[in-house]
């Protein structure tokens, strides 16, 4: 009894050192690794809005009682519209194509001096320029300076509508009045950031070129000949949402 009762003892403190330092030697847990941060992509359709200031010049010649002048004037207001588009991201660059349309409320004049070299027979030009509203369509290709700023540049082709107002005084006065829908150019740069989701914001500049309006008056001393260019500067600021705003990767390395 004595011999069984210390072979059991001896079982008991040898199995247990080989039971405690079996477990000694498992391995401590590690959990597993998070999964990485969800990056920005820029590839994606978007929409938003945008308000701004626009400064341009509206250029008039006339040939008017046998003699041709010229003048510039200053048009300017504010501007505000929507736009659309869609990027597609190859690495650290960004290609896209962006359509916007703008209510525009820049309008501008001046008043000719004489145009007649006779006191009695003195005639002036007032003019009257408005951009009721404009529209462009245009690529973009741009860098992205860090993951969630993209510097671009910008071309394409602009329009919008121009009103030309204008009164003749003399002897007698004569008026005449043009609107119509020109079509043109613009070329621009800006910057856009992104700063949430599929948020992002942009500032941008653009430069339009809308060609030239060309109105003919029959006025008491004949045929009289108005000419005007719009050229225009604009500067804006908006806002855009696009869909698919975070993804695994920038499609091609960054």
Not at 33 to 48: D, E, F, K, R
Not at 142 to 155: D, E, K
Not at 157 to 169: E, H, I, M, N
């Amino acid at each position: 009894m004595k011999k069984l009762f210390l072979a059991g003892a001896a079982l008991m403190v040898f199995g247990g050192s080989a039971i405690a330092a079996d477990i000694s030697r498992q391995p401590a847990y590690t959990p597993p690794p998070s999964p990485p941060a969800p990056v920005y992509t820029w590839t994606g359709l978007y929409w938003g809005g945008n308000i701004g200031y626009s400064r341009g010049r509206a250029k008039t010649d006339v040939t008017a009682l046998g003699f041709t002048a010229s003048e510039s004037q200053n048009i300017e207001g504010v501007i505000g519209g929507f736009q659309s588009g869609y990027n597609y991201q190859f690495g650290a660059w960004v290609w896209g194509f962006e359509t916007d349309i703008q209510a525009s409320g820049q309008k501008g004049g001046s008043t000719f001096g004489a145009l007649t070299a006779t006191p009695a027979a003195l005639t002036t030009l007032t003019t009257d320029h408005k951009l009721r509203w404009f529209g462009t369509s245009r690529s973009r290709l741009g860098f992205l300076w860090s993951p969630n700023v993209l510097l671009y540049g910008t071309a394409g082709v602009a329009y919008g509508q121009v009103k030309d107002d204008f009164l003749l005084t003399g002897v007698t006065t004569a008026t005449a009045s043009v609107k119509d829908v020109k079509a043109g150019w613009t070329v621009g740069a800006g910057v856009e950031g992104a700063f949430g989701g599929g948020w992002s914001w942009k500032v941008e500049y653009l430069y339009i070129d809308l060609g030239k309006l060309e109105q003919t008056l029959s006025t008491f001393s004949g045929t009289e000949t108005f000419n005007s260019r719009v050229t225009d500067n604009i500067v804006r600021v908006g806002l855009n949402y696009r869909w698919g705003g975070y993804g695994s990767g920038y499609g091609g390395g960054y």
